[in-house]
């Protein structure tokens, strides 16, 4: 059985390849010259934009590109566009609550 070359697939009813950045995609930005300045973006909205001290850029400059694909700031600096792994995901998203440490808990139990 032979696969093709560029598969596709129904997602949100788009049909789209799986190398290109559609709408509600969150991707990973790396700077071109730094690769430890990184953006983790929230979902894919041709109406927004990234603000950085490099300059903004915009989500639609975003949608259609492929993975490792360069996107340039509105100063100039090229950022290059990455598929997010989990990993990264879970590493930079943004915590919606405090972990709390079990000795903490111990010692507030104590008191009272």
Known sequence: M??????????????????????????????????????????????????????????????GKSPRDLVTSSAGHDYRVHNVTLAEYVSLTRRLVTPVSISLVCLLCTQH
């Open 2 to 63: 032979r696969l093709a070359a560029a598969p596709l697939r129904q997602i949100c009813g788009q049909r789209r390849t799986l190398a290109t950045f559609v709408e509600r995609d969150i991707v990973l930005l790396r700077q071109k010259l730094n690769q430890d300045n990184f953006i983790l973006t929230k979902p894919l909205n041709p109406a927004n934009r990234i603000s950085t001290h490099k300059g903004d850029i915009s989500h639609s400059d975003i949608i």
